[in-house]
Nanobody, 125 residues
C-alpha cells in the first residue's frame, strides 16, 4: 500500500518557523517530482512548491518564495518543507504529493497521483 505521511505541523506565532516532513512508503518516489500544496478553510487547494526528481530544481508560489524551502532525500524516500517567517495567511492544511511518473516538475494538483492526509499549520498573529 502506497502512503505519504506528513508530520511537523502545529501552532506557531507569526515570524516563527516550522519544518514539515513527508515520509513515503510502499514504493520509491525517487523518479517522481514531489510537491507541497495547502488548503485554507473555505479556499481551494493551492500550490506551494515543487522539487524535481533530481532535487536540482525547485519552484515556489510567489506567496512563499524566499520564505519556504523544499528539499528531498531520495535514499530515505522523504521530502521536507522548511517554512520561515510564517504569516497568519500561511494557516492551512499542508499536503505532500508525488507527481505522475515522467513529469519533470508539477505545479498543478492534476499532475499528482499520490497524496498524503495533510498536516495542520496554524500561525497566530
Amino acid at each position: 500500500q502506497v502512503q505519504l505521511v506528513e508530520s511537523g505541523g502545529g501552532l506557531v506565532q507569526a515570524g516563527g518557523s516550522l519544518r514539515l516532513s513527508c515520509a513515503a512508503s510502499g514504493r520509491t518516489f525517487s523518479r517522481n517530482a514531489m510537491g507541497w500544496f495547502r488548503q485554507a478553510p473555505g479556499k481551494e487547494r493551492e500550490f506551494v512548491g515543487t522539487i524535481s526528481r533530481s532535487a536540482i530544481h525547485t519552484y515556489y508560489a510567489d506567496s512563499v518564495k524566499g520564505r519556504f524551502t523544499i528539499s528531498r532525500d531520495s535514499a530515505k524516500n522523504t521530502v521536507s518543507l522548511q517554512m520561515n517567517s510564517l504569516k497568519p495567511e500561511d494557516t492551512a492544511v499542508y499536503y505532500c504529493a508525488a507527481a505522475k511518473e515522467g513529469l519533470w516538475i508539477g505545479m498543478t494538483s492534476v499532475e499528482y497521483d499520490y497524496w498524503g492526509q495533510g498536516t495542520q499549520v496554524s500561525v497566530s498573529s
